[in-house]
DNA sequence: ACAAATACTGTTTTT
DNA sequence: CAGTATTTGT
């Protein structure tokens, strides 16, 4: 059993998995076999130190990587997972306020809110304080508030520094504070902030789960904030034993309060720490890593780490320079088909970028080669606006004192309830600190309201209570298909016939499909199934596309594709000014954040990757000439082979405002054609040819037309003569 | 009360 | 450029 478990390991593996000190700190580079090394651990300490599965709390960041945990060790152990809690710092906080909910101070049916939802109760409370939403963004006090969250501090002890903005910041945070727990909703960072005040303030709790959790292991250990680190240590305390996996040159999250300093410190918390490097990748060739480790090395704060391989050299690193950020879609479709003609499947293949933005110009290229892709990332299910209106009605049956759901759904669809209405429930309810919900009921009693706003709600009011009272006896779906047709939902979104509205009446028809497939998990099985899938909805927003099963290159931003990998990648938009981005270009720190995500890229690739830049690109419907990033130029030359070549000569402006260096004289093969050489087209007229792909009549060309710029046409149909 | 017209504003993301 | 948010008009 023994050799079992650790044959297939190399010696550091090894160590990591059977270690006998009581901490243990794994520095894992990239395609290392952290999650490996985490789940042989956990299998280690099962069925070597024959410890009960009980005493186990695995943590990760995401639902994905819990997932992937659970069913790895179930893999492993040829058994359900019983007993063992393994989640995210979220799911796991959840699961903890759910049973402690009174000694943490909450409503037992507390409704979560995501960050939409509060933005929305952040925007109310500005309003009601009226605070200018020119002068202050509600995006900075939500950042503000979360920021502070994250820190462990609250809105009393939030130091203002003097300034009025900061008071201003401080104020919204403390009526929000309030709008939250009249409202019995908690957000995100609440949820974290809550648990470490609950172990922090109720010994009994903690002394419970201090006895229970004897083996805490902590996944991308690099990411971890302030209050999940407090967190581990109140949990861990002096009995447990702890182990932490992390990478401090993949720490891309910093943005968002992640402390790579977590992983200095775990040492001296946390003393008999044994820290073991994990160095070998079994991922990328060694052209890759010995790139991706010179462009890393540039940074200062590190622990120091060198990744090293057994593959072998592998082909070089591609990099492209593009005319412009179509040209760039373009080069990387056609490398993209190749590779495919070649034998690399379309699912193998992904392109990483900065910024979502970036995606739309890949797509198009794609959707005109007719390549087959899917897109990470945007919008996720229960994220659309169609789903949060239906949950909305949900949440309102669950909780009629949720003031985020009753705000979206009080006039939605439009039953006649205005701002008019609406401001005076609010200001009701602000001045009694009462519900919404409440203060409705309390105007409708009052009959303060005209004849006509007051009918609309009354009408509201009993809609929601006829529907909590027809449904109760039914099926989550079947009460899931009631709400979305009684409250007028289905009815107002088919009136508008058009090609959205027709999706979003699919959607909505796939939320009760979700609805009848639910199977509430082990931590929220204890909760009635409409709470339990609240929760779910909130915890866990959903993929954002079904059709995982068709071959498609990937396409997504260079943090989502982090913990994954792909024989050939593809790293668009490599500028200055885009990635590093503009915001972090003037901060050391910030540039060694976009450094490190540059190494999380390349590293992502096995096989080969491409490093693409564009001389001018279209930001936000401007222009913008960029030069190529320095992580490129961090590159060893020998590493890297340019895809277009350079030598002298000018490019007829189509502007006349710049001119560019071009390749020219070169054959184009199988062709009449050299670069820099003046065509004629029938319809377009004169024009240069700046670049080509592909030879003869299968080939491409670029050509720049003096009545209307760049154009890509394919050799076989363009008609091009020579000009004299 | 609601629809259409105009002004504005743009990283990265999980939970 | 494209999506959202607010203002304007009926």
């Known amino acids: 059993m023994t050799t079992d478990l650790l044959s297939e390991l190399n010696p550091e593996q090894q160590q990591a998995v059977s270690a006998p000190e009581k901490h243990l700190l ?4 990239a395609g290392s076999g952290k999650t490996r090394v985490l789940v042989h651990r956990i299998a280690w300490l099962i069925e070597q130190e024959r410890i009960s599965p009980y005493g186990v709390l695995a943590v990760t960041f995401t639902n994905k990587a819990a997932h992937e945990m659970r069913h790895r060790v179930e893999a492993m152990l040829g058994m359900p997972t019983q007993g063992m809690w393994i989640g995210t710092f979220h799911g796991i906080a959840h699961r903890i306020l759910r049973t402690h909910w009174q000694e943490a101070g909450l409503v037992q049916n507390f409704q979560i809110l995501d960050s939409d939802d509060q933005l929305r109760v952040i925007k109310r409370v500005m309003r009601e304080l009226h605070v200018d939403e020119k002068e202050l963004a509600p995006r900075l006090a ?14 009393q002890h939030c130091d203002d520094k003097g300034q009025s903005e900061h008071q201003w910041l401080r ?6 504070e309030i709008a939250c727990q009249t409202g019995g909703m908690i957000d ?4 974290l902030l809550r648990v470490h005040e609950l172990l922090r303030d109720q010994p009994q709790v903690l002394q419970h789960f201090q006895q229970r959790f004897q083996f805490i292991l902590v996944d991308e250990f690099q990411d971890t904030n302030t209050i999940q680190y407090a967190w581990l240590k109140q949990l861990a305390s002096d009995n447990a034993t702890v182990m932490i996996v992390g990478d401090d040159d993949q720490s891309i999250y910093g943005w968002r309060g992640a402390k790579i300093e977590n992983i200095h410190r775990f040492s001296k918390d946390f003393p008999d720490t044994r820290v073991i490097r994990l160095e070998q990748n079994y991922r990328s060739t060694s052209t890759i890593l010995e790139a991706a480790n010179a462009v890393i090395q540039n940074n200062d704060s590190r622990m120091g780490k060198e990744l090293w391989t057994e593959s072998e050299k592998g082909d070089p690193i591609s990099v492209y320079r593009a005319f412009n950020e179509m040209d760039e879609a373009r080069f990387i479709v056609d490398q993209i088909d190749s590779h495919h003609r070649l034998g690399t499947n379309y699912r193998e293949q992904a392109i990483l970028y900065r910024s979502n933005a970036q995606s739309r110009v890949f797509e198009e290229a794609l959707l005109r080669a007719r390549i087959p892709y899917r897109v990470y990332g945007g919008m996720r299910f229960y994220e659309r606006a169609e789903i949060k209106d239906a949950m909305g009605y949900l949440r309102l049956i669950s909780s009629r004192d949720d003031d985020s759901a009753f705000e979206r759904v009080v006039n939605n669809p439009p039953r006649g309830i205005g701002e008019k209405t609406i401001s005076e429930i609010r200001s009701h309810a602000r001045g009694q600190r009462i519900p919404l919900w409440k203060a409705a009921q309390a105007l409708v009693s009052d009959k303060v309201l005209t004849m006509r706003a007051n009918n609309a709600l009354v009408e509201f009011l009993t809609l929601i209570d006829n529907m909590a009272e027809h449904t109760n006896t039914l099926e989550l779906h079947e009460q899931m298909d009631h709400v979305i047709h009684q409250s007028g939902l289905w009815k107002y979104i088919s009136k508008t016939r058009s090609e959205k509205s027709k999706s979003r009446l699919e959607n909505l028809e796939e939320l009760v499909t979700a609805a009848k497939t639910f199977v509430p998990g082990d931590q929220l099985s204890e909760l009635p199934k409409l709470s339990a899938f609240l929760s779910h909805a909130a915890l866990e927003a959903g993929e954002g596309q079904a059709n995982q099963s068709e071959d498609g290159v990937q396409l997504m931003t260079l943090h989502s594709a982090k913990g994954l990998e792909f024989p050939v990648v593809y790293l ?11 915001r972090s270009i003037d901060s050391p720190e910030g540039l060694e954040e976009e450094r490190r995500l540059c190494y999380v890229g390349m590293t992502r690739a096995m096989q080969k990757l491409y490093m693409c830049h564009a001389e001018v690109r279209r930001i936000h419907g401007r222009e913008q000439y960029h030069r190529a990033s320095r992580f490129i130029k961090e590159i060893p030359k020998e590493l890297v082979a340019a895809v277009r070549l350079q030598t002298k000569v000018m490019r007829p402006q189509q502007s006349s405002s710049r001119a560019t260096q071009l390749s020219t004289g070169i054959n184009i093969p199988d062709t009449p054609f050299k670069l820099g050489q003046r065509v004629t087209h029938k319809k377009y007229g004169e024009g240069v040819i700046l670049n080509f792909q592909g030879h003869g009549e299968h080939g491409s060309v670029l050509i720049n037309f003096n009545s209307c710029g760049e154009k890509l046409m394919n050799l076989a149909y363009a008609k091009l003569e020579a000009c004299v």
């Open 572 to 582: 668009g938009g490599v500028e200055e000014g885009l990635f590093p981005s503009l």
């Open 188 to 191: 995100f960072a609440e949820m």
């Open 26 to 29: 794994i520095l894992a580079g």
């Open 142 to 155: 939500q950042w503000f508030i979360n920021q502070n969250k994250d820190e462990g501090v609250r809105s």
């Open 171 to 176: 104020k919204i945070y403390e009526e929000y």
